[in-house]
Nanobody, 124 residues
Framework: QVLPVESGGGVVQTGGSLRLACAASGGTFNRYTMAWFRQPPGNEREFVAAVSRSGESTYYADSAKGRFAISRDKDRNTVYLQMSSLKPEDTAVYFC?????????????????WGQGTQVTVSS
C-alpha cells in the first residue's frame, strides 16, 4: 500500500509562492497517476492538478492554470506542486492523491490512496 505524505504548507501573503511536496511511504509512486486536490473552508474537495505516470502529461483546473505547476521526480519518488501568484481563495487543505486513472483525472473516485493533507493559508 502506497501512502502519500504531504509537506510544504504554510501561511503566505497574497502574490506569494509555495511548493508542496508529496513523498511516498511504503511503496513507489512510479506506477501511478498523481494528483493534488484541495478543500477550502466550508467547501467540498476539488481537483487542482494531475500528472501522468510518465510525467509527460499534466492537467490543471482552470483556477490553477498559469499559476500552478505539477511535476514528479521518480528518483526521489516525490510529486511537487509549485504554486505562484497565490490568492486568498487558494486557502485550503491540499491533498495528494495516488491512483490508476481510467477516465477522468479530475474525479477523486479515480484515486485509491490519499495523504492527510497540508494546510495552505493565503493572507490578504
Amino acid at each position: 500500500q502506497v501512502l502519500p505524505v504531504e509537506s510544504g504548507g504554510g501561511v503566505v501573503q497574497t502574490g506569494g509562492s509555495l511548493r508542496l511536496a508529496c513523498a511516498a511511504s511504503g511503496g513507489t509512486f512510479n506506477r501511478y497517476t498523481m494528483a493534488w486536490f484541495r478543500q477550502p473552508p466550508g467547501n467540498e474537495r476539488e481537483f487542482v492538478a494531475a500528472v501522468s505516470r510518465s510525467g509527460e502529461s499534466t492537467y490543471y483546473a482552470d483556477s490553477a492554470k498559469g499559476r500552478f505547476a505539477i511535476s514528479r521526480d521518480k528518483d526521489r519518488n516525490t510529486v511537487y506542486l509549485q504554486m505562484s501568484s497565490l490568492k486568498p481563495e487558494d486557502t485550503a487543505v491540499y491533498f495528494c492523491a495516488v491512483g490508476n486513472v481510467r477516465f477522468d483525472y479530475s474525479e477523486d473516485v479515480e484515486y485509491d490512496f490519499w495523504g492527510q493533507g497540508t494546510q495552505v493559508t493565503v493572507s490578504s
